[in-house]
């Protein structure tokens, strides 16, 4: 049954339930009403007997009443039952420990979400993070910022205009995390072509294609260069109106050769792992550390370490400002590690196919000559290529204006 209004304040104000036995039972109420006590659930148990309820601070007088005449002292006068929100709390002191508890984290959980804990920066390239973090910033995203309050269509307006290279932004609010999705446009390098130049060549070799597009072609196909020598002049003589310098531009193609070498010693040292951990915990509270792991020290003399931070979330998108981070210590030691002459030279083959293959990328290989060599200490190893690729470089002609 639900409880009225009066009820409800009867319950905070506290109440007793009083039992009156005696033969002058209408005499007791008739001075309870003469002294305005206010009762109420009055109910007769037999002709001697009845119970009702009063306030608690009207208890007091209740009894003053109760020994104010001769006859009413003969009357037995008790309280049988008592209630309201006071005697529950010193009744059930835990439990309303426990709900004072869950009402302070209820409002401490909704003061924790009304700020920004987290932001998310995705399809980042040419910018760095940091700057677009300060951007952010001064548009009212960052950490500890309130979640509320914030105009996104004038954010992303304001950052289009602050980054050039930012074709469309996203800024999207998901509880505490921010998730800002950035589109770069792609803008073509500035090539200045207005400056007089040269072409020259950056690598001996034998010319195979020549495309001079602007400027004075200096050699022919087939020619032998060598490194620095002019390929295609800036400069025009001109009957008419005299030397005029221009932007040389061309495509010459040479057959160029590279060396790539590296060694292998017959006894080196290999660091690998134990097998031994040790793992160690630290709490983060609104950017405070706190150590778990009661001041445990590493004493490995060589190790790698790996942290892991768990952030304490609600659903997908609430991320609250408390982490915990894991870090895993592995001990390392040195081992010596011993090649023949086979083993040395697989080592090296592996090394220089994979220096190969991140250099000459999109080159064309003629041809390769390996070559190897031992002595006591070790394996040389020594690739000799003949590759086709692009041999000019653009030297600026300096010119001196004279006043």
Same mark, same amino acid.
């Given at each position: 049954?639900?409880?009225?209004?009066?009820?409800?304040?009867?319950?905070?104000?506290?109440?007793?339930?009083?039992?009156?036995?005696?033969?002058?039972?209408?005499?007791?109420?008739?001075?309870?009403?003469?002294?305005?006590?206010?009762?109420?659930?009055?109910?007769?148990?037999?002709?001697?007997?009845?119970?009702?309820?009063?306030? +608690?601070? +009207?208890e007091e007088k209740l009894f003053e009443v109760a020994e104010s005449r001769q006859s009413l002292r003969e009357m037995e006068v008790k309280v049988c039952e008592t209630g309201g929100l006071i005697e529950d709390i010193l009744r059930y002191k835990l439990r309303s420990g426990l709900f004072v508890g869950f009402i302070f984290a209820v409002v401490l959980f909704?003061?924790?979400? +009304?700020?920004?804990?987290?932001?998310?920066?995705?399809?980042?390239?040419?910018?760095?993070?940091?700057?677009?973090?300060?951007?952010?910033?001064?548009?009212?995203?960052?950490?500890?910022?309130?979640?509320?309050?914030?105009?996104?269509?004038?954010?992303?307006?304001?950052?289009?205009?602050?980054?050039?290279?930012?074709?469309?932004?996203?800024v999207n609010?998901?509880?505490?995390?921010?998730?800002?999705?950035?589109?770069? +446009?792609?803008?073509?390098?500035?090539?200045?072509?207005t400056f007089p130049c040269n072409i020259v060549a950056k690598n001996d070799g034998q010319i195979l294609l020549i495309e001079a597009y602007k400027g004075i072609p200096q050699v022919k196909k087939y020619e032998a260069v060598r490194k620095g020598q002019l390929l295609v002049g800036g400069i025009y003589n001109s009957n008419v109106i005299g030397y005029r310098l221009v932007h040389s531009e061309a495509k010459i193609m040479a057959r160029m050769r590279q060396t790539y070498t590296e060694f292998c010693p017959f006894v080196s040292l290999q660091i690998e792992e134990t097998g031994r951990t040790d793992v160690f915990y630290e709490l983060k509270i609104f950017g405070l550390n706190i150590d778990l792991s009661f001041f445990k020290k590493n004493n490995y003399g060589k190790y790698e370490s790996i942290s892991e931070e768990t952030e304490l979330r609600i659903g997908e998108d609430l991320v609250l400002p408390i982490s915990l981070v894991k870090t895993v210590v592995y001990e390392q030691n040195e081992k010596p590690v011993v090649h023949d002459e086979?083993?040395?030279?697989?080592?090296?083959?592996s090394v220089l196919n994979e220096k190969m293959r991140i250099a000459l990328h999109g080159i064309e290989v003629e041809s390769i000559?390996?070559?190897?060599s031992v002595d006591e200490n070790g394996v040389y190893g020594v690739y000799d290529l003949t590759v086709i690729d692009d041999i000019c470089e653009v030297r600026e002609i300096e010119v001196e204006i004279k006043e």
């Open positions: 049954m639900r409880k009225t209004v009066a009820e409800w304040g009867d319950h905070i104000v506290g109440w007793r339930k009083i039992e009156v036995c005696g033969f002058y039972v209408e005499e007791f109420l008739n001075a309870v009403k003469n002294e305005n006590i206010e009762i109420w659930e009055l109910r007769k148990k037999d002709q001697c007997s009845i119970s009702f309820k009063v306030h +608690s601070f +009207s909704f003061v924790m979400t +009304s700020f920004i804990w987290k932001i998310e920066i995705t399809g980042l390239n040419s910018i760095p993070e940091e700057k677009l973090l300060e951007a952010l910033a001064e548009n009212g995203i960052a950490i500890g910022a309130l979640t509320t309050g914030h105009d996104f269509q004038q954010i992303k307006y304001d950052i289009i205009h602050d980054f050039k290279n930012i074709a469309y932004i996203t609010m998901k509880g505490c995390k921010v998730e800002v999705e950035v589109d770069e +446009s792609v803008i073509p390098p500035e090539i200045d072509k086979d083993s040395a030279t697989a080592y090296i083959e000559e390996k070559r190897f």
